[in-house]
Structures are given as C-alpha cells and as structure tokens.
C-alpha cells in the first residue's frame, strides 16, 4: 500500500505544478517560436507564393487574381519572417549560424522570383512557348477579320479573340491586365512604338518583349 502510494505522489504532484503554472505570456511565446529556424511550412509556403507571382508575370500586363494573392501572402510571410528575424538575432543568434541554410532560403527564394519578374524571363520563356501555335492560327484568320475564341487554349495561353489587320496582328489575352481587363500579344514585321498611344490603333499602348512580338494593353 505504502509502495503505490509512493509511487503516486510524484505524478500528483507534477498534476499539481502544472495546474499552478502561469500560461506563457505572448512575448515568451513570440520568442519560443522565434527561437527555432523557419521549418516545413514556412518555406514551402515562399516557395508557392513565389511560383505564383512568376506565373503573374508570365501574363501580358499581369494576371489580377495572382497578382492579389501573391501580394497578400507575400506580404504576410515577409512580416513574420522579418519579425521572427528580429527576435532570434536578439536572444537566439547561435540558432541562427548552426541552421543559417533555414534561414537564407526564403529570402533567396524571393531574390530569385524578383530577379525573374524584373528580366520578364517569365514572360518571354511561356511567349516563346506558344508562338508558332499563335501565328499558325492568326494565319487560319482572314485579312482585316477577328475570330472569337472565348478563351480557348493556343500554346501555353487561353485566348479571348484573334484580329488580323494587314502585318499586323492582336491576340487578346483571356484574363490578362490588372486594371484593364483588355491585354495581350501583338506580331508585328514593322516596328511599333512603345510606350506610346499609336494612331489607329485606339486606345492600346505597346511594349516590345522580343523579335517581332510585343505585348499590349487597353488604357
């Protein structure tokens, strides 16, 4: 009897202890959790976000609902990485250097997206992608015609419609512009200006992307 009851009083007294400890206050929890190195969710989820905002910049003008998520998110993970950063180097910097690999990813993740996004590699890798699709069904178009497309599949984009006037050709992007719901692809054998509002051609602005091709948007 004497030997349970022994055997008992330790784990009714850690019973005990836990019911009379005071909960962690939010400052030990921010520091507890900023003592660890970013894990398996955290850089995943930069990496995702980083894949998103690299598919909005593959679409002419930019694509609206990436655009929002990506800065949302985007925004939300470079605040807590920015503050759990801030609370390691304060009380937690030999965890920094022993996991720095943890550390350094997410910011080279999003060096890397932005590097990408600033040489329109994005962009023109996916145009590069869909070109001779796009120019053979511009050739199935009549001279000074348009065909719908209601958003179907050429290449690696969903087209809205195809207008071919003279050597000049539009290709209306299905979802593409941030602002502006009117943005695409343009071929051209003669130079366009850019930048520019071009007589004839209403209210579209160009802007050169490689060889013969551009990319337009309605203002």
């Keep these: 009897m004497s030997a349970a009851g022994s055997g008992s009083a330790p784990d009714g007294s850690v019973a005990k202890l836990i019911e009379i400890a005071e909960p962690p206050t939010l400052g030990q929890r921010l520091i507890s959790w900023a003592s660890r190195p970013p894990g398996r969710l955290y850089i995943p989820a930069c990496a ?34 920015a503050l759990r950063l801030g609370i390691a180097l304060a009380v937690a910097r030999p965890m920094i250097r022993h996991y720095w690999l943890r550390w350094v990813s997410a910011p080279l993740i999003a060096a890397t997206a932005l590097a990408l996004s600033g ?80 007589p004839g051609q209403g209210s579209r602005i160009y802007e050169h992307v490689s060889g013969d091709w551009y990319v337009w948007v309605s203002h």
């Design 119 to 198: 040489a329109d590699v994005p962009l023109q890798l996916r145009m590069a992608a869909s070109t001779d699709q796009l120019l053979e069904l511009a050739g199935r178009v009549e001279d000074g015609g348009t065909a719908a497309r209601d958003g179907a599949w050429t290449g690696a984009y969903p087209l809205d419609e195809v207008s071919v006037s003279g050597d000049l050709i539009h290709f209306t992007v299905d979802g593409a512009g941030l602002l502006d719901p009117a943005a695409g692809f343009a071929h051209s054998a003669q130079d366009l200006p850019v930048g520019v509002f071009v």
């Design 48 to 81: 995702a976000v980083a894949l998103i905002l690299v598919f909005e910049d593959s679409v002419p003008a930019g694509h609206l609902p990436a655009f929002t998520v990506g800065l949302v998110c985007g925004l939300l993970l470079a605040a807590m990485g």
